[in-house]
Nanobody, 124 residues
Framework: QVLLVESGGGLVQAGGSLRLSCVAS????????MGWFRQAPGKEREFVAV????????SYADSVKDRFTINRDNAENTVYLQMNSLKPEDTAVYYC?????????????????WGQGTQVTVSA
């Protein structure tokens, strides 16, 4: 089992940047494909980005492509989400998740472990 803890959220103006971190404990992070998801008030959870176990493969939602970057440091058991050019529509609670089976799944239902989330609020 792995415990995931996100941090780095906050309030930022449109056009600004934030870097989210997800630290894992309990098992080596290199065991898992890692994803970031988000959920805005009144909306369903949606896929944001995913990175394979080794970090060689990534995938992004169209809405964040070219603005967000996912990377990982397996030695530090940490996954990051660099968010640039933030927009008000990026406002949501952001969750990291660990996938034991699939390397780069966009389906949240395939993930076994989830963090508690970190709030990102982007003001206009």
């Amino acid at each position: 089992q792995v415990l995931l803890v996100e941090s780095g959220g906050g309030l930022v103006q449109a056009g600004g940047s934030l870097r989210l971190s997800c630290v894992a404990s309990g098992r080596r992070l290199s065991t898992y494909g890692m994803g970031w998801f988000r959920q805005a008030p009144g909306k369903e959870r949606e896929f944001v980005a995913v990175i394979s176990r080794s970090g060689t493969s990534t995938s992004y939602a169209d809405s964040v492509k070219d603005r967000f970057t996912i990377n990982r440091d397996n030695a530090e058991n940490t996954v990051y989400l660099q968010m640039n050019s933030l927009k008000p529509e990026d406002t949501a609670v952001y969750y990291c998740a660990a996938n034991e089976v699939y390397a780069t799944s966009r389906n949240g239902g395939t993930y076994s472990y989830w963090g508690q989330g970190t709030q990102v609020t982007v003001s206009a």
